[in-house]
């Protein structure tokens, strides 16, 4: 929430440009999907890749953010210990432990943290379906309650075999629970506004996930410090459990109950698996250019089993419509080579640029064994890259770039099977979903003054093929999300970047976007489609009080963004910290208030031939920690 250019909406999703980028742990892609599953005093730093070179992942379409989680520096034993509380609509309370130890060729490092968290939601969704007469208005609302709980274990250790040789190992260990006590209010009323029906819905949910996560590094130096050689190999397993007792009651216009309840259950079990395989090797090739090479494997399999079951005559049956086990599997073998070359003295280069390409071989297969449904997808593709800057002066510069990107659909936008949480508002994935590819360009400019930095950059993106999510009203009134591909989606704009050092007492940093998103989903429908003008800014503050102190204020809004059939809300809030260095600067205290004016939701607004719906969310994004 505090890195420059980066949304975070109130559901924790994340933003890069209006869309959503490539997460790496560690340069590795991990099962740990959930940023808020990894404590912020735990990560040593944020990468932020924009327009990423043939060495990175071609998935990467909306650009990369490297969470690098920190590992001990210093010489001898070492410790940390870290507590926190904090108090929303609900209380939570976080807590770590770091204690390292480095000597001779051993540096070993283990570390443990937790988050333990009650959180609460109301959504408040309104739908208006105009050729259903007998369910013209829906008025629905919900209301979660919330508790989560998150462990995590940490392990690195490295050795030293000689002064050019360095194996380490690392390893990462999360436990999830989370229960989910969900109440949502349905009632459906004619064009005049006549009582058809209400009803009330409640889930509880029950969710256990455990991740392990290990990787295994080599690095080689030689002589000459510009070329090297590294090879890692990681595996990341996931063992989800979703548990869901389901009781629908439905209400007379006075109130009163009718019958008994309808009662439902559903479980959704899922492991999955990610190993990586990468070798990475530089090679100069003259006093002013290096050839960068390697190859990364990306092994995955995933099984997914989803039931569904309806009590009758007090026994639950299976509902084979809404039931599913889906098994995918997935394998992606690139190689990579680029040129990393200069002009003119190195310290003072006149040029800098990389030329680049990646090729990718993908095969994945999906299999459902509850309705025979075969996923079966082959394809190759080549990903040029390039990046030229030119040295204006030796704090001015002029860069260039260019890419061609993938977004390959994952095993929750393939997987068929259709969630039937809340009964009217229904959602699937869609086996037959293809690749979008993207063109990206940009054209920055960077200066550096004394206390003064800026950068500005232009940017455009094409996409074809794009996946979006698409929502059709069926005669029953249910209304049914899919994702489709879409014909293509233009985006173009400005990003930029300014930071001041204006005094020793204050120091901001201020970035802002402005861009023009087209989507094009003429193949679709004929009223498919938007045409959005978005902009994006966040002001860092920093205040030095006194001595070891800092005060900080944020600031951050995100207009609303276009999707084929209307627009996501803006997202806006404010938020404030105090941190004062004690014992020497040895310890830290931290008070900070987040969302102040109450003000961050999410939600989108849907305007179509057939049906308007708005629906808003608010989490308690207020609270003091």
Request: net charge positive.
């Amino acid at each position: 929430r505090n890195t420059p250019t980066v949304a975070v909406d109130a559901e924790g999703g994340i933003t890069l440009r209006g869309k959503t980028p490539l997460i790496l742990i560690n340069g590795r892609n991990s099962s740990l999907g959930n940023m808020e599953q990894i404590q912020a005093n735990s990560i040593e730093s944020i990468e932020i890749i924009n327009n990423p070179s043939a060495q990175y992942d071609a998935d990467a379409e909306g650009g990369i953010i490297n969470i690098v989680l920190k590992k001990n520096q210093q010489n001898g034993t070492n410790g940390a210990v870290a507590l926190g509380t904090g108090y929303g609509a609900k209380g939570r309370i976080n807590s770590s432990l770091l204690l390292s130890h480095k000597a001779g060729k051993w540096n070993i490092g283990l570390s443990y943290d937790n988050r333990f968290a009650g959180r609460i939601r109301k959504v408040d969704g309104d739908r208006v379906n105009f050729n259903i007469s007998s369910q013209y208005y829906l008025t629905q609302r919900r209301f979660d309650d919330r508790i989560d709980r998150n462990q995590n274990l940490k392990l690195n250790v490295d050795y030293a075999l000689n002064p050019k040789n360095t194996l380490s190992f690392e390893a990462i260990g999360t436990l999830i629970d989370e229960d989910n006590d969900e109440a949502l209010t349905n009632l459906v009323e004619t064009q005049n506004h006549s009582f058809t029906n209400k009803y009330t819905r409640r889930s509880i949910e029950l969710r256990k996930e455990k991740v392990g996560e290990f990787a295994l590094i080599y690095k080689r130096k030689f002589g000459d410090e510009r070329k090297s050689l590294s090879a890692n190999v990681s595996s990341s397993l996931n063992n989800n459990k979703e548990n869901t007792d389901i009781t629908t009651q439905t209400l007379l216009e006075n109130g009163s109950l009718p019958g008994n309840p309808f009662l439902q259950r559903t479980y959704n079990y899922q492991m999955s698996n990610v190993n990586n395989l990468q070798l990475d090797y530089v090679q100069p090739i003259s006093q002013r250019s290096v050839l960068e090479t390697g190859y990364k494997g990306i092994l995955r399999v995933l099984d997914n089993d989803f039931q569904s079951q309806d009590k009758t005559n007090g026994t639950y049956i299976l509902n084979p419509k809404t039931s599913n086990i889906f098994d995918f599997n997935e394998q992606i073998h690139a190689v990579y080579a680029q040129i990393n070359a200069f002009t003119g003295d190195r310290q003072s280069p006149k040029m800098r640029y990389t030329f680049g390409v990646r090729a990718e071989q993908v095969w994945n297969k999906g299999r459902g064994k509850s309705n025979s449904l075969t996923v079966d997808n082959k394809y190759f593709n080549l990903f040029p890259t390039a990046n030229i800057a030119y040295y204006l002066c030796p704090n001015e510069f002029l860069k260039l770039s260019y890419g061609r990107r993938i977004n390959r659909p994952g095993l929750g936008a393939l997987n068929p099977f259709t969630d039937i949480t809340d009964s009217l508002t229904q959602r699937s994935g869609n086996p037959n979903l293809k690749p979008e590819l993207v063109h990206s360009l940009e054209l920055g400019y960077s200066r550096e003054w004394d206390k003064i930095s800026f950068s500005s950059l232009l940017f455009y993106r094409r996409a074809n093929n794009i996946i979006q999510a698409f929502t059709i009203l069926r005669p029953d009134g249910v209304l049914f999300t899919q994702p489709l591909n879409f014909g293509n989606s233009v985006t173009y704009g400005s990003e930029n970047i300014l930071t001041a050092n204006f005094s020793k007492f204050w120091e901001t940093n201020l970035s802002f976007s402005l861009f023009q998103q087209n989507i094009d989903g003429s193949n679709v429908g004929s009223e498919v489609g938007n045409s959005v003008f978005s902009w994006y800014g966040k002001m860092i503050n920093n205040f030095t009080l006194w001595k070891g102190s800092k005060l900080q204020l944020i600031g951050v809004y995100n207009s609303p963004i276009a999707t084929p059939q209307g627009e996501r809300i803006a997202i806006y809030n404010a938020d404030i910290g105090f941190q004062q260095k004690v014992i020497k600067g040895k310890g830290r205290f931290g008070l900070i208030i987040t969302d102040i004016f109450n003000t961050q939701r999410s939600g989108f607004l849907w305007d179509t031939a057939d049906f308007s719906f708005s629906r808003m969310n608010k989490v308690d994004s207020r609270a003091i920690v």
